[in-house]
């Protein structure tokens, strides 16, 4: 997704050199402010970002006035959203609003999916965990919650090296083993090889699955 830290960093470019008044240290910074952003956009990429990423994307900048002008410039964009804990305090991240569209439809979606219920064998599922060897009890919990909640959606959440990759090769099986159909999704090519690797048989990326679906979808309705 073009939206992020990059989005926003390119949007102020535009603005800072459009209103400027012909300086050369300003016309000078907005070009190498999308020099900047052009070379390192793999490198930040961030649904979120502080003020200081915004700072170390255009640290190159060798004009100072102009360089804290292009961060202040972000920063105040009315693409741009602050974002604030439960109690109101800051959390000193930002986003863009196209990243808060996007999020806000996802949860729509899967507001709408929230009430299916996918696995129609738990009874089965229930006593395999139980009788699974080799795995914590926080790992079976995790179990639990994946392949026996009622609900559509279930999220996995946990701390790295907890064990999480090892938890859905064992969901995976489970599911698999009483005739599920489990369909993995990953971001990169690598990852969706390292989810062949253990076991998974159907198995995408996030892009290539949604391009297929666009691609049949539009084969019906010619």
Do not use: W
Request: hydrophobic share 35%; proline share 1%; net charge positive.
């Amino acid at each position: 997704m073009r939206i992020g830290i990059e989005m926003a960093i390119q949007f102020a470019r535009i603005e800072f050199l459009r209103r400027s008044e012909g300086g050369d240290s300003c016309r000078k910074a907005a070009y190498n402010a999308r020099t900047i952003v052009k070379n390192e956009q793999t490198k930040i990429r961030y649904n979120f970002f502080t003020k200081q990423d915004v700072e170390k994307a255009v640290k190159d900048i060798p004009d100072l006035i102009a360089r804290e002008q292009l961060v202040q410039k972000v920063l105040s964009s009315n693409r741009i959203l602050e974002l604030y804990h439960d109690d109101g305090e800051s959390s000193k991240y930002f986003t863009t609003i196209e990243v808060r569209n996007e999020e806000t439809r996802i949860i729509r979606i899967a507001n709408k999916i929230n009430n299916q219920v996918y696995y129609n064998d738990i009874y089965n599922l229930k006593s395999d965990i139980e009788g699974l060897a080799n795995v914590s009890e926080e790992q079976k919990q995790a179990l639990r919650h994946i392949l026996l909640s009622t609900s559509g959606v279930r999220v996995l959440r946990g701390r790295s090296g907890t064990g999480k990759s090892y938890v859905l090769i064992k969901a995976h099986k489970l599911a698999t083993n009483r005739g599920q159909k489990v369909i993995g999704l990953a971001p990169t090519h690598k990852a969706v090889s390292e989810l062949r690797s253990k076991g998974y048989t159907e198995v995408y990326t996030v892009k290539g699955f949604l391009y297929n679906r666009k691609k049949k979808f539009l084969c019906k309705t010619a």
